[in-house]
């Protein structure tokens, strides 16, 4: 998340998207399959690139899903981060939860305000 945020900050656009698709995209997703084996018992499989997942998230979900998908403006992908980071959180408790780990909810929200202290200095630079 620090490099997307960097690479935001600095209008360096591909070095964001780079990272925001291929880091953070793939934990995401990695976490949507963790999900899809609870809510299915483990007994389907999600399907290349979770073709499935619409399957077993709630529409609301799904929907938030899709907004994590950012054209390359800016703007929209300071949104679809954000909104990508908030899915991972509410999917990694349904994870914690089922098998007993421990959030890391200290580290979540030093990055959070972080994140969200730098996006606000971003959008008053634009003013």
Known sequence: MPYVIKGLERGEILYAKHFL???LR????????????IRTKFKRNPGRAGKHFQEILA???W?????TY??????????????MCDLFRE???????QFGFEYPEQDDSRV????LRIFKEWRNDLS
């Open 26 to 37: 793939n934990q995401l997703m990695l976490m949507l399959t963790w999900v899809f084996g």
């Open 70 to 83: 950012s054209s390359a403006d800016p703007y929209d992908t300071w949104k679809g981060l954000l909104e």
């Open 63 to 67: 929907s938030r899903l899709l907004e």
């Open 112 to 115: 959070t305000l972080y994140f």
């Open 21 to 23: 698709e291929v880091g």
């Open 59 to 61: 529409p609301n979900t």
């Open 91 to 97: 999917l990694a408790h349904e994870v914690v939860e």
